[in-house]
T-cell receptor
Framework: DGGITQSPKYLFRKEGQNVTLSCEQN?????MYWYRQDPGQGLRLIYY???????QKGDIAEGYSVSREKKESFPLTVTSAQKNPTAFYLC??????????????FGDGTRLSIL | AQKITQTQPGMFVQEKEAVTLDCTYD???????LFWYKQPSSGEMIFLIY??????QNATEGRYSLNFQKARKSANLVISASQLGDSAMYFC??????????FGTGTSLTVIP
């Protein structure tokens, strides 16, 4: 079955440490996204990518970095510059462009906590 | 500016009753899609229903229907015959032309036995 796989499900970060969240999709989607969700809150866009080797900052990109070397993969690195990284992180993908009827498909998320 | 507003932080409904979750949107794009997602406590986002800006009829998917009022810029989700498993967060989202999606802050629905 096609879908989006996020790993790990739970992640713990020490102070001053960078951590990388994995996101892999086999839906053949060009567009991929990273969202942050804080308890009881909506989704805030961190980064998105429309095509391989291209990505744009979202609303809260500071302290995060991404790469898009393969169509299937869009890893997110939470750097030590992100002072409040504890949150639930969701990766999504979609068919790009003017196809407004195409929804985003989501992974199951990664819960990141500070040790 | 693109914006989605959900004004109900929390809602309660009796099992087997219907409930309406509100969503209003703002966009200057003439063409856009509207989506509803369900997020159970486990965290995954489940796509429920879609409505296109040019669709003449309201969308329906099983017990879910979308009350689309274009002039009022509203896209309310109606869940009929509520079940205990419907207890979750519900998010309204909009996709104007392009790749970005815009989400509301969500409504927490609790179904009471």
């Amino acid at each position: 079955d096609g879908g989006i796989t996020q790993s790990p499900k739970y992640l713990f970060r020490k102070e001053g440490q960078n951590v990388t969240l994995s996101c892999e999709q086999n839906l053949n989607h060009d567009a991929m996204y990273w969202y942050r969700q804080d308890p009881g809150q909506g989704l805030r866009l961190i980064y998105y990518s429309q095509i391989v080797n291209d990505f744009q900052k979202g609303d809260i990109a500071e302290g995060y970095s991404v790469s898009r070397e393969k169509k299937e993969s869009f890893p997110l690195t939470v750097t030590s510059a992100q002072k409040n990284p504890t949150a639930f992180y969701l990766c999504a993908s979609s068919i790009p462009g003017g196809l407004i009827n195409q929804p985003q498909h989501f992974g199951d998320g990664t819960r990141l906590s500070i040790l | 500016a693109q914006k989605i507003t959900q004004t109900q932080p929390g809602m309660f409904v009796q099992e087997k009753e219907a409930v309406t979750l509100d969503c209003t949107y703002d966009t200057s794009d003439p063409s856009y899609g509207l989506f509803w997602y369900k997020q159970p406590s486990s965290g995954e986002m489940i796509f429920l229903i879609y409505q296109g800006s040019y669709d003449q009829q309201n969308a329906t998917e099983g017990r879910y229907s979308l009350n689309f009022q274009k002039a009022r810029k509203s896209a309310n989700l109606v869940i009929s015959a509520s079940q205990l498993g419907d207890s979750a967060m519900y998010f309204c989202a909009m996709r104007p032309t392009g790749n970005q999606f815009y989400f509301g802050t969500g409504t927490s629905l609790t179904v009471i036995p």
